[in-house]
């Protein structure tokens, strides 16, 4: 869902001033929740468990499925800075700061 808001720019000196349509994206469910989780995993204090870890990555595989390249880059985000998880795009693999790894599925074995 996308909605619509027209603002006004900073107007220039002597310039007329200019309206220009602004896109404002609201986070699907799915990004939502995961982004939630990862609050909750922060929050506890304890490092995410592989578990944990593999199913935001799948989370983040459908979201990428789907063209939800925006919540696909929020997601890889908050994953990076709240819980020390790096993905390796080209080597197909997710590691820690603590040193475990595992792998990103391929998009195939994600989907029905």
């Known amino acids: 869902l996308q909605a619509t808001l027209a603002s006004p720019a900073v107007a220039r000196k002597g310039a007329a001033p200019v309206h220009h349509q602004q896109q404002i994206q609201r986070k699907s469910p799915e990004v939502e929740e995961a ?41 890889r985000s908050a994953m990076r800075t709240s819980l020390g998880v790096e993905l390796q795009e080209k080597e197909k693999i997710w590691t820690t700061t603590d040193g475990r790894q595992g792998p990103i599925p391929p998009f195939s074995s994600l989907m029905p």
């Open 35 to 75: 982004l939630g989780f990862i609050n909750q995993v922060k929050a506890s204090g304890q490092p995410a468990s592989d578990m944990d870890i593999q199913w935001l990555v799948e989370s983040r595989e459908k979201m990428r499925f789907k063209k939800d390249w925006g919540g696909s880059d929020e997601l």
